[in-house]
């Protein structure tokens, strides 16, 4: 898989969420790095108002909770040397509210403006709404044209958004070996600490280490990485 990305590759990361980066590809973000691939992720929304009733949207306590969750990110973002992002500030879970189409204009003026030839971004196998939405957004924005510089898109999978599907459809076919940058994704990930509970939860440190060791069981290596190649174009 490593041999699939090159120095002169653009990548782009479509989040719905300020946290999604990192839980989906924050080892091949790492990876990436490593390498001097220029790498960009987009939030297409904030991650604290789905706790919230929207009679407290402009309460202390929202506005405290909101600052803390851009701050976390922010600080995963510099761990993993990432320099170029975006914050949107659509309302969390609350995608279905909003046009798709508007989500995916948005959506192609990033791709316009950043020219990426790699995206990665969620699968539909999962129970938030926003990361459904997301991937249908992303799957139109990219449609095909002969001017598209994308030459492969990416699915990842959320722990506990994807794990709590009655029937999960998510079934990776490309790896990415995360060894050397797991330790690095973890560290990321502790930025979220309002985020994070106790293990079995999904989004502990032991759940996501034993998700890195069961991809890598099913590629042959110690830990990776697990992603959907969704549609891939070959450059002769």
């Known amino acids: 898989m490593n041999s699939q990305f090159s120095k002169k590759d653009r990548v782009l990361i479509i989040a719905s969420h300020p946290d999604d980066d990192i839980l989906g590809c924050g080892g091949t973000m790492a990876y990436l790095r490593s390498i001097n691939v220029t790498v960009k992720v987009l939030f297409l929304a904030e991650g604290v108002s789905a706790r919230f009733n929207k009679s407290e949207f402009l309460s202390n306590k929202f506005i405290k909770a909101s600052k803390i969750r851009h701050s976390a990110a ?5 761990i993993i040397d990432i320099k170029e992002y975006e914050f949107q500030d659509r309302l969390c879970t609350r995608f279905d509210e909003f046009p798709l189409l508007d989500l995916v204009k948005s959506i192609e003026k990033v791709i316009y403006d ?5 995206i990665f971004t969620h699968n539909n196998s999962e129970v938030n709404i926003d990361h459904v939405i997301t991937h249908n957004a992303v799957e139109i924005a990219t449609r095909p044209n002969i001017k598209s510089k994308i030459h492969s898109i990416y699915l990842f999978e959320i722990p506990c958004s994807g794990n709590f599907k009655f029937v999960k459809n998510f079934n990776p ?7 050397k940058f797991r330790r690095k994704k973890y560290k990321a990930w502790n930025c979220y600490k309002q985020e994070a509970r106790p293990y079995p939860f999904p989004r502990s440190i032991e759940a996501l280490d034993a998700i890195a060791k069961y991809r890598g069981v099913q590629s042959g290596m110690k830990y990776a990485e697990g992603f959907f190649l969704a549609r891939q174009k070959i450059l002769a």
């Open 173 to 179: 076919n490309v790896f990415v070996n995360i060894e």
């Open 74 to 78: 922010l600080k995963a973002l510099k």
């Open 114 to 118: 950043f020219k990426p030839t790699i």
